[in-house]
């Protein structure tokens, strides 16, 4: 980890929004702090209901 992420609390979905669309993670994170991850349970959704 290069340096602490601090995330504010957001009043809306936009501007949670635009936080993340301005935030280089990159700056906060390496490649070695991750971990491979898999959803195999995962299931479709259906916005037609």
């Known amino acids: ?3 602490k992420l601090h995330t504010p609390k957001f ?3 936009n ?17 070695e702090d991750f971990t491979s991850a898999a959803f195999s349970n995962l299931k479709p959704l259906d916005y037609h209901t």
């Open 1 to 3: 980890m290069i340096k």
């Open 11 to 13: 009043k809306n979905e």
């Open 15 to 31: 501007e949670e929004r635009n936080f993340w669309s301005n935030t280089d993670l990159s700056e906060y994170f390496e490649k």
